[in-house]
């Protein structure tokens, strides 16, 4: 969406509610043997009447996508991003064998409603970590670092008691949540643990799924060299994605999103850099033609 007021629009999500574009898609799983299926595939426990987050993996624990799943008896809705979706169908229709279940993209408009008013905006009561119909859409409770937020999939109620959030808003929110954009933030050689995203989206007491292996070695035995982090820039200059993050020399990683937070009065980003950069460490981040000091955080990053 464009950028009309992003002050007003950032407000907005923070304390009451707005309507955003977040560039999902849905890919729709239906049939009897649905949610057991992607019990074996997805590494969250799909439980009817639930919308939590989830990873696909592939076979050696690297991501493939992180989507959101609003399970019923036999269906489920995975919400991913809109560049993930066709490798979401085409992973999940590859392991398909043998089970009554089908896959298809599902072209329902995807939003996303932010802030402690949402569901006064929707006219509903989302349950935590759970989901309502309302009309044709399905409305899903994706809350998150504190954030109260909601996923429509389908035509929502009216919204225009909320307020239309642009890009600009909508990106410094995701990054002071610390929310990972696949293909921007992180990618097909990401591990997990890398993403800050497992406590939400892995489920260890369940049965096995597709990556397994990895997740379980990493959370038992060891750690990841890198990690996703906040970077707070201590000058009033906005760095570019993909500028270096560098201490004493040494690049540890690179900046992957940038934006303006007015909770924190500062720009912000987030990249994944190594476990040197520890929390409150400060950095430099660098590029051609100029740099900037920066302080690592800790994700969420709190105002």
Known sequence: MPD???TSEYL??????????????AVAVRGADAVTFLQG????????????????????????????????DTSVIL??????????????????????AEITAD???????????????????????????SGDALIGDITFAGRTRRVVVGEAPDLTGGVVAGSSAATAVRIELGEPVMDVDVDEGTIPQETGLVPSAVAFDKGCYLGQELVARIDSRGRVNQRLVGLRVTTNVIPPPGAEVVVDDAVLGTITSVGESLDLRAPVGLGVVRREAEDGRSVVLRWAGGEVPAIVMSLPMGG
């Open 41 to 72: 595939l997805l590494s969250q426990d799909l439980r009817p009447g639930t919308c939590l987050r989830t990873f696909l993996l592939g076979p050696r624990g690297k991501l493939r996508a992180i989507a959101w799943a609003i399970t019923d």
């Open 107 to 133: 072209d329902r408009p995807v939003r996303m409603v932010v802030g402690p008013a949402s569901d006064d905006v929707l006219g509903v009561t989302v349950p935590p970590h759970g989901w309502v119909a």
């Open 12 to 25: 907005a999500m923070r304390d009451a509610a707005a309507v955003v574009d977040p560039a999902w898609a």
């Open 79 to 100: 919400v991913t991003e809109s560049g993930r979706r066709q490798v979401l169908v085409d992973d999940l229709a590859r392991y398909r064998i043998r089970v009554d």
């Open 4 to 6: 009309k007021d992003p």
